[in-house]
């Protein structure tokens, strides 16, 4: 799945990983932005075996309740859902007991909605309840590990963009057992207000009224950003930024494109000498044609079918990864052996080949894209503007923090 991953984003990067414990049974209370991609990004990417709690509703036939299980997700069930299966989870709690006993871990979505908002939302109490209901079933002998996470996408639905996923230090859940010993309705709420700020420290935050004004701010930024192990801590300043009236000013003054991408090129690129960067651009360009076509169907298709059937934003990106994938994996056979069969080709160098174009597509498309952007900076006076509204909001940031 790694390997789609990387198709699918530009970039992933982790940051805090080293607070994941190696080998304590552990919680992964996590944001849920992007419906069940984000999922596969954290177990692709996890250090540590993961067991998922996910909606009963998807469980809604043995075939998929038997499919499901053997990919180590696991049925929670939610009012909403039902009262009347309500019951059922106490069946799903033992199992996380005894997952936890064992030292595994699990990742929870702490606040049982995914929403692609840069906010954190209140919690539910079921990251709670599940992991004092571990620790008091086995004596609070466990040294359970709730670890605060967030995955943080610059643009959610989008195609080649990039996502940081923020990890926090653990929180010790033993540290409560006098609490919960006392009042467990108490330790909940401490607990679950630790576990609230540990989440928003592993997060970007950005009110929905401000993200127009974050939009423009950070993609001049990030242009300046050489260090990709800082880039969580950078994004939060920026976003802290994008509610200080001087920046909403300056950014308000700038005539922002509607192609987010275009003051990144504009600053990469510099004041373009036309002849070369056309020259440039025709070289990318049948590169990127290349690449493209013989690998254009089944990611079409899934982009189609996804842009026709999806109308949540949170499904889209997720739909359309898997979507890609599965139609991938039927179309690069069926190809290869047409080919192959009508060429008198091995069916391996054919099917090597269309990866690679693939790849080299993907590769090409990122560079292709930025160049043709850049294009439209053919004035000094239009990259002036551009880099005088960049170094304005590098002052602001410079005093602030």
Not at 68 to 84: T, V
Not at 218 to 238: G, H, I, M
Not at 296 to 301: E, G, S
């Amino acid at each position: 799945m790694r390997f789609s991953l990387f198709v699918f984003y530009k970039r992933i990067i982790r940051n805090g990983f080293e607070n994941i414990p190696n080998n304590q049974p552990s919680i992964f209370a996590c944001t849920h932005p992007n419906s069940f991609l984000d999922a596969i990004i954290i177990g692709a990417y996890s250090p540590r075996k993961l067991y998922f709690l996910a909606r009963s509703d998807v469980f809604n036939t043995p075939f998929k309740m038997w499919l499901l299980s053997k990919m180590n997700l696991i049925p929670i069930y939610r009012l909403q859902e039902g009262s009347e299966n309500l019951h059922k989870n106490e069946d799903t709690f033992a199992k996380c007991f005894e997952i936890m006993k064992k030292g595994g871990s699990i990742l929870i979505f702490s606040e049982g909605i995914s929403i692609t908002d840069k906010i954190v939302r209140p919690l539910k109490k079921g990251t709670a309840r599940i992991a004092f209901g571990a620790e008091s079933y086995n004596n609070f002998s466990l040294d359970l590990q709730i670890i605060p996470m967030s995955l943080n996408y610059t643009y959610p639905s989008k195609f080649r963009t990039e996502v940081i996923i923020g990890v926090q230090p653990p929180i010790a859940l033993k540290n409560y057992k006098a609490i919960y010993e006392a009042s467990q309705v108490k330790a909940i709420r401490q607990f679950n207000s630790e576990l609230f700020e540990g989440i928003k420290a592993a997060s970007i935050i950005v009110e929905p009224d401000k993200e127009k004004i974050y939009e423009i701010i950070a993609p001049l930024f990030r242009t300046q950003l050489v260090d990709q192990s800082k880039r969580l801590e950078e994004e939060q300043n920026w976003s802290e930024l994008a509610d200080l009236e001087k920046t909403i000013q300056i950014a308000k003054s700038y005539k922002y494109s509607k192609n987010e991408e275009i003051s990144e090129a504009a600053i990469e690129y510099g004041q373009p000498n036309l002849l070369f960067l056309g020259l440039i651009q025709l070289l990318y360009g049948l590169t990127y044609v290349v690449g493209f076509l013989p690998n254009a169907i089944p990611f079409v298709m899934a982009q189609k079918v996804t842009d026709k059937k999806v109308r949540l934003i949170e499904f889209y990106a997720s739909v359309r990864l898997c979507l890609s994938v599965i139609l991938y994996l039927v179309y690069l056979p069926l190809v290869s052996y047409l080919l192959g069969s009508l060429l008198n080709l091995n069916l391996i160098m054919v099917s090597s080949l269309l990866i690679l174009t693939g790849l080299g597509y993907v590769i090409v498309r990122d560079h292709y894209r930025l160049i043709k952007q850049a294009t439209q900076f053919y004035s000094s006076e239009k990259l002036d503007k551009v880099i005088d509204l960049r170094n304005q909001l590098l002052a602001i940031r410079n005093k602030v923090i």
